[in-house]
């Protein structure tokens, strides 16, 4: 009897450990399974991101054979009125040929011969639209009036005859894209766009290339204009969220018109501030990408820094204007004697007038030729080697002129300085 007992305990601990071994077994093939599938993961995730990074190296070298230097020829082949004083252009080369494709964020140079001016004068606008667009650009442009603390000012030159003299078939001469001011498209981070009335331009053109390309990416869309007579691009801006469950549009109307409906038209009734931002946004973890005129991007700026947001993740751009020219900084160096400075290329050596607002005002005033677009540091146009000196910031730059080289249009001579022009 004892025997049978024994043995039948000894049948149950055996079937036992079978089972045991058979569900540690299964275990372990499925925590094989687990890591194969992860593995394979992560071999796919390697491969998609190496791809991106030949697909990139693709379009850069494309966008590189494509570009050219100087002045092209683009044709307008459409010209469409956005609200009362902002028109669209849409360009195509005169040429005809594939045109190369830009960083979303970055800027067109336009020269334009007026017969009144003594010089082509030079301007910079965004390109508007995402670059996934081979056959044609977009720029939007604002008219630009008299400032209203100087009604008798002459209006603004450039954007006025763009609207008003620049129409269907006519051709205008472009630099290629260029500019600092753009949205890096192999990142994922979540983004926070912030656009003051036609500063809306570049960001507009960074929200449509995510759109476009079916990112994922979160996208928080703010937008400040007086009312919705101002409210440029309103029915492609609430498609683009309508449709883009990542995308967030935010409009705020500052001084909004009887007939504007809030919740409708626009979602909030005040100005883009920061302190608007915490109230909707769930954290100040983002990258954030500022376009506006330049006091509201001061503010945002050092309000964003205020609230914690690493300088690295404020990208900003400001349409300052153009032919108003910088007020002289007092600096140090006004009681100093003599500075001189060689224009190289040019063969002159004059004594720096400490009068002068930029070592750009010094050139043009001694007819030394520097090109220049927008005279406040941001379109890198008036970028000059410095052969011999240092020179002195009297502004900000969109970004760091390279090393060697200054932005003449806020730049002064520290001491005796010999530059390329
Ligand atoms: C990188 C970059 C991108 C840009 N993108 C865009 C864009 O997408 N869309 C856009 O609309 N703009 C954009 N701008 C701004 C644009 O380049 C021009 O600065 C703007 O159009 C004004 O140029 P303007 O020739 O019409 O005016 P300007 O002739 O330069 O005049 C500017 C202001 O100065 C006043 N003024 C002229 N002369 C005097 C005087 N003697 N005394 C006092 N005041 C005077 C004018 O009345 C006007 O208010 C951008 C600028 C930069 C730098």
Known sequence: MLNIIF???????????VAYVLVLLANNSRILAISQNSADLEAELLKAKIKSIMDRREIETKQLKLSWNGFRKFQVIS?????????????????GKELPGFLPGQFLTFQVHLPDQPQPVIRCYSLSDSPYHPDRYRVSIKRVLAPRDNL?????????????SLNENDIVDVKAPSGHFSLSMMK???????AGGVGITPVLSMLNAITEMGSQREVWFFLG????AEHIMKEHLEMVARENENV??????SSPAETDVLNDDYQVQGRVTVENLKAILPSNNFDFYICAPPPMVKDLRKDLNGWGVPKKNIHFEAFGPATVKGCKVETSKESVAKINIQFQKSGKTL????????????????????DSGCRAGNCGTCLTAIKNGAV??????GSEPEAGSCLACISIPKDDLTLDA
Do not use: C, M
């Not at 004594?351 to 520097?370: R, Y």
């Not at 002195?392 to 730059?397: D, K, Y």
């Open 351 to 370: 004594v720096w007038d400490s009068k002068a607002a930029s070592l750009l005002d010094f050139a043009e005033a001694n007819q030394i030729p520097i």
């Open 248 to 253: 967030s549009l935010n409009v705020f109307y």
């Open 392 to 397: 002195e910031l009297v502004g900000e730059p």
């Open 7 to 17: 043995s039948f305990v000894a049948l149950v601990f055996l079937l036992g450990l």
């Open 225 to 228: 204009v007086r009312n919705r």
């Open 152 to 164: 008798t000012a002459p209006p603004g030159l450039i954007s006025n005859y763009f609207h008003d």
């Open 188 to 194: 994922q981070t979540p983004v926070v766009f912030l």
């Open 79 to 95: 010209k469409v009125k956005e609200t009362d004083d902002i028109t669209s252009f849409y360009l195509a080369p005169h040429d």
